[in-house]
């Protein structure tokens, strides 16, 4: 069976461009479950790969075998129609929460980095999302055209100018005392587990409309082995920052520090992403919500933000390391089953 190279990196794309939030952007994710943690972070990084690569490649080789339209239908596939239901429910609150850490996010990056309050960031961003909401959504996916790549090219420009300051080798092989250390240890797994769980209500409708199982197979390991590469990147450069873990735009303050003369336009891409992130989150919330009570889609989307607004009030930083790990040990559950899930190869008929 021959491969679709341009599906095979359409898949990637959106893989990339899904998992790639508000928290990987911004850093503060990559500190929170790898960095902290110094070198045993580097290894964790490596572990995770592997998982984005061969588990995210088999969701949706399994979600196009099974013809699934929607990632409830994966579940229930997966964990059978009662607990399929209660973890598409429990997705619905994740959702919300991540949702609300992306406008917590959003408020960070305007008190941290411009110098404004917290608040008009998030309102502005509301502001936003519910004229895009009217508009339409076409649009804004493209933002992700431009966004996506742009993360990924300053990343390594990062890269580059960390491993010419002094002491490279020296922090990036130091290993940091950490009262839950332990922690380090389920990283790799919860990490990859959170990000993989939420990216099916994009993950599985495309390999829905892909159907070749072999160019499915191959965009989920380009686009894995992608994340991969930039966690990579991105871990290197922030074991370079002395106290990394009282900064809530980590990534920014490095911009800043080592090549100012770009940061405005970091700044623009850190927002560009959260921005989508916001957009993509509310849209899966208020489908899930329509499924259940039939009320106008304005009403769904003003009650959704009303709720992450409150929610978002909490500190970016606090808000993000305890929910973003809580919800990365719940999702394990889903790589579990993933994992132990036979996929059966279908030969191609001669």
Known sequence: MKTNWGGAFQIAAVYVGTVVGAGFATGREIVEFFSRFGFIGFISILMSGYI?????????????QI????????????????????????????????CAVMLAGAG?????QI???????????????IIVMIVGIKGLFAVNLFVVPMMIIFSFLLLILSMKLPHFMDQLLFIPYAEDGWKAVVAPFSYAALNLTLAQAVLVPVAAEIKDDQTI????????????????????????????ESYEIP????????????????????????????????????????????????????VIFVICYLISLINYGTLLSYLYPTFGYISIIFIVLLWMKPFEERKDPK
């Open 115 to 129: 110098g404004l309050s917290k608040e008009f960031g998030i309102f502005l961003t509301i502001g936003l999302s």
């Open 251 to 302: 990534m920014g303050v490095i911009m800043r520090t080592i090549a100012s003369s770009f940061f405005w336009i970091y700044v623009f891409i850190i927002y560009g992403e959260i921005f989508t992130s916001v957009i993509g989150n509310v849209f899966g919330v208020e489908r899930q919500v329509r499924k259940y009570i039939s009320i106008p889609t304005i009403v769904t989307v003003s």
């Open 108 to 112: 960070a990056v305007f008190e941290e």
């Open 217 to 244: 197979k191959m965009g989920g390991m380009l686009g894995g082995l992608a994340l991969t590469i930039i966690l990579i990147s991105s871990h290197m450069t922030l074991v370079m920052l002395p106290n990394l």
């Open 52 to 64: 984005f690569i061969f588990l995210g490649s088999k969701a949706m080789r399994i979600s196009a």
């Open 67 to 98: 013809q699934a339209t929607s990632y409830q239908e994966l579940n229930e596939y997966l964990f059978g129609k009662f607990f399929g239901r209660m973890i598409n429910l429990l997705m619905l609150l994740m959702l919300l929460g991540v």
